[in-house]
């Protein structure tokens, strides 16, 4: 599991209190249950205002992916394309029916499936583009929910500011409670403001980076899966995959390439 955002906003929710300890201030002075209901839920109900059923009932599934997505590095996936690129070239690619059955990536194991059935090459990587694309467009409106809960949460909270002013402004004739009221009139907004850039927008930022992520493999995926079905060399299919890998993961395959040969 990537923990980069369960570490990310941690730290950041811990920034903010820390820093209102510094300042001689308490937690629980920021921690009033009727704002973070009015900010939180009120956000939600917004987006969901904004798009369509599915998109809110999508939430939690969405709220764990940004959580707990694994990013499976690309050389293991590379490498795993190649040991069935030299199977299928050594034995033939109707060969590869038991090896499918243990493949875990699961586009890998559609495409070589469609490969093996004989699917002409064309369609076929018409069918995994058209996959690739369908995947695009799911992934871009549950990031979208997560943006429009970033937009809509600092105005949420400025609402609830005006509201706990005018509660204030109701009992002017208990100056002893003004100080206190007005503080916790503003707390709406810090939690509006907050929210949106320690919460929602990061999770918005990291669903698109895991989409990206996952489209690059899936893209990956695909000039293998052709590659083997035309029966090309294992090791062009190594280097033709390894030019699709960002600079840094594609020393890394060398690497491992490279100390492979000399075993």
Do not use: C
């Not at 001689?24 to 059923?53: D, E, H, K, R």
């Not at 549950?142 to 009992?171: D, S």
Request: hydrophobic share 50%; charged share 20%; aromatic share 4%.
């Amino acid at each position: 599991m990537d923990i980069s955002t369960i570490v990310g906003v941690l730290a950041g929710l811990v920034i903010v209190f820390t820093v209102q300890i510094l300042e001689g201030g308490s937690p629980a002075s920021i921690l009033l249950i009727p704002s973070m209901i009015l900010v939180f839920g009120g956000a939600f109900a917004a987006a969901m205002a904004g798009g369509v059923l599915k998109d809110a009932t999508g939430f939690v599934n969405q709220l764990k992916k940004a959580f707990t997505a694994k990013v499976t590095p690309p050389t293991q996936l590379l490498d795993n394309v190649v040991k069935l690129a030299e199977r299928a070239r050594r034995e033939g690619l109707l060969a590869l029916e038991d090896a499918v059955k243990t493949v875990e990536h699961p586009f890998l194991k559609r495409g070589l499936q469609l490969a093996i059935d004989g699917t002409d090459p064309d369609e076929l990587h018409d069918i995994l583009h058209a996959e690739v694309a369908a995947k695009k467009k799911a992934d871009k409106a549950g990031t979208k929910f997560f943006e429009n809960m970033g937009g809509y949460a600092p105005t949420i909270g400025i609402i609830g500011t005006v509201m706990g002013l005018v509660h204030v402004l109701e009992n002017l004739d208990k100056p002893e409670t003004l100080g206190h009221s007005i503080s916790a009139a503003f707390v709406a907004t810090l939690w509006g403001v907050l929210s949106a850039n320690i919460i929602w927008l990061p999770m918005a930022a990291r669903l698109t980076r895991l989409s990206g992520v996952e489209a690059e493999e899936m893209e990956l995926v695909i000039d293998g899966v052709l590659a083997i079905q035309a029966g090309s060399n294992p090791r062009l299919v190594a280097q033709k995959l390894r030019s699709l890998l960002p600079p840094d993961e594609m020393k890394k395959a060398e690497a491992m390439a490279s100390s492979k040969k000399a075993a």
